[in-house]
């Protein structure tokens, strides 16, 4: 049996475990908890990774915010909770289609909206409990699943937009590409081609910068996370 995962019958309560920053948050699953003591119970509140990690986690489900400070890569959390035989599902307030559906592919069962009433997060914990997909929102299902949301970005693309977003001049971005050092005309066919994909979803883009504002918007960047996991990195 996986590390984490211990059996719970028919009418037992779902064990629950939440990972948001915002008090107010975790003040509101515990309301939750309360309202529905035969449902769920809330064994474990935490505003950081590293605490809802914590040795003895006993959880069937796991709420997770995509967003908190020691959290850049949430993808990996979903990957060890899932090990671990605990569904996860992702509790957001981001409506960013791509870091959404990378913690999908890594495993997360199920998505709810924190603009989502009670009882679909309620919902959504039971269908996850049950091994049975937690989407329950209609804005939710179409982040998760509607391909006419977001541009399907290859890497190396993103990457070209990451580092011009970052300040590289577009001439000097071949030579900091990660690998195989391309040259410009490699560099501009790229952005041809990120260019042709948002046309594609009638979001034409102009120029470069265009095309660096649509892909923050989809979510295959963040510019934000991207300096602070480059800092810690240094330090």
Partial sequence: MAEDAKVTT???????????????????????????????VLTRAAARVKELMADGLDAD????????????????????LTRRGIKVVLHT???????????????AVGLVLKSDDEDAVLE???LAAAGEYAVTGELAYLLANDPKLVADL???????????????????????????????ATVNTYF???ARKYAAL????????????EAQ?????????DEEDWIRRLN
Avoid: F, N
Avoid at 18 to 38: K, M, Q, S
Avoid at 93 to 107: H, K, L, T
Avoid at 202 to 213: E, F, M, T, Y
């Fill in 10 to 40: 028919l009418h037992d309560p779902i064990r629950v475990a939440a990972l948001d920053d915002h008090p107010v948050i975790l003040r509101g699953l515990r309301a939750l908890a309360g309202e529905h003591p035969d449902k769920v």
């Fill in 93 to 107: 307030a981001q409506v960013q289609p791509v870091p959404i559906r990378v913690a999908m592919a890594a495993g």
């Fill in 61 to 80: 489900v796991v709420l997770l915010d995509l967003r908190v400070p020691d959290h850049p890569h949430p993808e990996e959390t979903v990957r060890t």
């Fill in 202 to 213: 009638h979001r034409p883009v102009g120029d470069a910068l265009g095309a660096v504002r």
């Fill in 217 to 225: 918007r989809d979510g295959h960047l963040d510019l934000a996370a």
């Fill in 154 to 184: 290859a890497p190396r693309e993103v990457e070209v937009l990451r580092l011009l977003a970052q300040g590289v001049p577009k001439k000097a971005i071949g030579r900091h590409m990660t690998g195989k050092v391309i040259t410009l």
């Fill in 124 to 126: 959504a914990i039971e």
């Fill in 192 to 194: 041809s081609r990120i």
